[in-house]
């Protein structure tokens, strides 16, 4: 007997947390972006989906079929079967057995799921699968979803390159139907303990996130009240005037590397501190030109190099087959050098330029960053690189397969770095004596730096951290690494359902600009950036100008006046690995870094 299933059933599509936790995991990777979250619920709703519903009934035998494995029992579901009701609503006789348990609304999500397109650049996609990056996340996927004989990384690659390569888009059917082998074995148990360890994963983080926003209330609860709205507005656009940007074109012959930096003057009476701003992995210097153009306006002059060797031509050069790895080792140490290389350059113009000498401060510069320009920015401010956590952490220079923090396939790219005559040493400095104070927005660190080089930063250090950041998970690159900071003046800034993405302004660059999903981006961006203008004034005006009135806004009370929905905002100036260890102490997610 076939049952038809109406295509215009009003129930509403649940949001079936585990599918949308594979789906985070799949996504955590800059380059990634693109496909992962449709490729990720394609597999999770046809394999997880039947198998958490199976029964007991005899399994049907077809040429192209898949095969659940769930514990002790194992069931067939035909491919055939799948695509009938995917096309046409109806569930055939085998398919029957399987989905007597499924909800309606559950029938709803698979069935659209199976219906899905996504417009995938197959030159792209198949690029990244053959990095080892992709390949880490293919090793990952190839546990669950396998042939009948062993792993499924390379029948998943093949499946996933020719699926990209459909006319009119990707589809779930189009990927069973290219799978290279008879059989598509899902092993539902491995991707069940996949979710408990993201089920544990999430309730750890949530207590940290905890701990943090009961903190900062606590600390708002014993303030005297104050109306900021008397008093000066770090969030509001500053007195000074700004020149027309300048692009300065430099060129690093000592490294062969060329690079544009754009130059943001206020206009003002005396020299003015410099800020320098550090994009991530495949953004560009433009990607956060707002906080360039708000910290001119309140004084500040400002320089935005573009990073050549992580910027958005060298991921466009990935994906067209250019290169063959998101970020080769060397930028780890590059990025840090074009930062101290735009100061030299700059100190030689402000003396060959008395005008311009005169308006700039070289003895007061702060550095902001995000993510990967994050990492610079800690390196500057002395942050130390340490080669024997990566040789321990990163076996044979790549990320543990069976990681929950995806930034490790970047962050072990630098256990593979060449360091010649210093292949002895067990650390790197990077640090740059001239910075004063670094501002790191959802950075990168927590095994290419440790406890240990973490606790050699110097300079007054802000970090701010997304709760919900799939790319650089909060609790392992965030809230632990703010814990082992050792300098006196530290902050945590935690903006409630954020993403990694939300402070990341529109490219300037045509052509450069990555449209992501608002799913990926998230809500309110505007709202996350406002908050990274306003923390930047408060933190620099009072840590690299040295303004001491500017203290006030870097305080709970300002801070919870300044919080808004959907993004709720905290600060916390303290925390000690202590006390997030002991949040973690009884459960499997204590890695090296915690120990």
């Known amino acids: 007997m076939t049952k038809f299933y109406d295509d215009n059933t009003h129930h509403q599509v649940p949001d079936v947390s585990w599918r949308h936790k594979i789906v985070q995991q799949l996504m955590a990777n800059d380059v990634a972006q693109s496909f992962a979250k449709p490729i990720g619920h394609w597999l999770c709703c046809i394999g997880l989906g039947i198998g958490a519903s199976v029964s007991m009934a005899a399994p049907a035998t077809s040429a192209e079929e898949i095969r659940v494995l769930y514990g002790p029992i194992q069931v067939t579901v035909?491919?055939?079967?799948?695509?009938?009701?995917?096309?046409?609503?109806?569930?055939?006789?085998d398919l029957e057995a399987y989905t007597r348990r499924l909800s309606d609304q559950e029938l709803v999500s698979i069935r659209k799921t199976l219906q899905s397109s996504a417009e995938i650049e197959q030159v792209a996609l198949a690029?990244?699968?053959?990095?080892?990056?992709?390949?880490?996340?293919?090793?990952?996927?190839?546990?669950?979803?396998?042939?009948?004989?062993?792993?499924?990384?390379?029948?998943?690659?093949?499946?996933?390159?020719?699926?990209?390569?459909?006319?009119?888009?990707?589809?779930?059917?189009?990927?069973?139907?290219?799978?290279?082998?008879?059989?598509?074995?899902?092993?539902?148990?491995?991707?069940?303990?996949?979710?408990?360890?993201?089920?544990?994963?999430?309730?750890?983080?949530?207590?940290?996130?905890?701990?943090?926003?009961?903190?900062?209330?606590?600390?708002?609860?014993?303030?005297?009240?104050?109306?900021?709205?008397?008093?000066?507005?770090?969030?509001?656009?500053?007195?000074?005037?700004?020149?027309?940007?300048r692009t300065l074109s430099l060129e690093d012959a000592a490294r062969d590397r060329a690079f544009d930096v754009d130059l943001y003057l206020p206009n003002s009476q005396t020299p003015a501190p410099i800020v320098i701003i550090s994009h991530g992995l495949g953004s560009d210097r433009t990607?956060?030109?707002?906080?360039?153009?708000?910290?001119?306006?309140h004084g500040f002059a400002v320089l935005a190099?573009?990073?050549?060797?992580?910027?958005?031509?060298?991921?466009?050069?990935?994906?067209?087959?250019?290169?063959?790895?998101?970020?080769e080792p060397g930028?780890?140490?590059?990025?840090?050098?074009?930062?101290?290389?735009?100061?030299?350059?700059?100190?030689k113009l402000a003396q060959e330029d008395t005008a311009l000498g005169d308006r700039?401060?070289?003895?007061?510069?702060?550095?902001?960053?995000?993510?990967?320009?994050?990492?610079?920015?800690?390196?500057?401010?002395?942050?130390?690189?340490?080669?024997a956590r990566l040789e321990t952490d990163c076996p044979g220079g790549d990320a543990q397969n069976d990681t929950l923090n995806l930034s490790l396939l970047l962050q072990c790219r630098a256990a593979s770095l060449d360091?010649?005559?210093?292949?002895?040493?067990?650390?790197?400095?990077?640090?740059?004596?001239?910075?004063?104070?670094?501002?790191?927005?959802?950075?990168?660190?927590?095994?290419?730096?440790?406890?240990?080089?973490?606790?050699?930063?110097?300079?007054?250090?802000?970090?701010m951290t997304s709760s919900s950041d799939v790319v650089a998970p909060t609790l392992f690159e965030q809230i632990l690494p703010f814990s082992w900071l050792n300098v006196s003046d530290k902050y945590l800034v935690l903006m409630r359902k954020a993403t990694h993405f939300s402070t990341i302004g529109p490219s300037n660059i045509p052509g450069a600009d990555l449209a992501?999903?608002?799913?990926?981006?998230?809500?309110?961006?505007?709202?996350?950036?406002?908050?990274?203008?306003?923390?930047?004034?408060?933190?620099?005006?009072?840590?690299?100008?040295?303004?001491?009135?500017?203290?006030?806004?870097?305080?709970?009370?300002y801070v919870n006046s300044l919080s808004r929905q959907p993004l709720p905002l905290s600060i916390v100036d303290f925390l000690s690995s202590e006390q997030i260890t002991q949040l973690v102490k009884d459960t499997s997610l204590i890695v090296s870094t915690i120990q």
């Open 419 to 463: 360091m010649g005559d210093q292949a002895m040493t067990n650390t790197l400095s990077l640090r740059d004596e001239r910075i004063k104070a670094i501002m790191a927005i959802n950075p990168i660190g927590s095994i290419v730096f440790g406890p240990e080089g973490f606790s050699q930063i110097s300079v007054p250090t802000l970090m």
């Open 287 to 297: 990607s956060y030109r707002y906080i360039a153009e708000h910290l001119a306006s």
């Open 516 to 557: 992501l999903p608002e799913p990926i981006v998230g809500p309110a961006p505007q709202l996350a950036q406002a908050y990274a203008k306003t923390m930047s004034v408060a933190f620099l005006k009072t840590h690299l100008s040295g303004d001491e009135s500017y203290r006030q806004y870097l305080s709970p009370t």
């Open 305 to 327: 190099p573009e990073h050549p060797g992580s910027n958005a031509d060298y991921i466009q050069a990935l994906f067209e087959g250019a290169s063959d790895q998101i970020s």
């Open 360 to 387: 700039l401060d070289i003895s007061r510069v702060g550095v902001i960053g995000q993510s990967f320009g994050g990492y610079t920015a800690l390196s500057l401010g002395g942050a130390e690189i340490n080669f």
């Open 78 to 93: 035909s491919i055939d079967s799948l695509e009938t009701f995917a096309n046409e609503g109806i569930i055939e006789q």
């Open 127 to 245: 690029n990244f699968l053959y990095t080892s990056q992709g390949e880490a996340i293919l090793n990952r996927l190839g546990n669950i979803i396998r042939t009948r004989s062993n792993s499924g990384f390379y029948a998943l690659r093949a499946s996933l390159i020719l699926a990209a390569g459909e006319e009119g888009g990707a589809t779930p059917i189009g990927f069973l139907k290219a799978f290279p082998t008879q059989s598509i074995v899902i092993d539902v148990d491995r991707g069940l303990q996949i979710i408990r360890e993201l089920d544990q994963l999430t309730n750890v983080t949530s207590d940290a996130l905890a701990l943090i926003e009961t903190q900062f209330s606590k600390e708002v609860a014993a303030s005297d009240d104050i109306d900021f709205n008397q008093l000066y507005r770090p969030d509001r656009s500053g007195s000074h005037s700004r020149e027309t940007t």
């Open 331 to 347: 930028e780890f140490i590059n990025r840090s050098q074009d930062i101290s290389f735009v100061l030299d350059e700059i100190s």
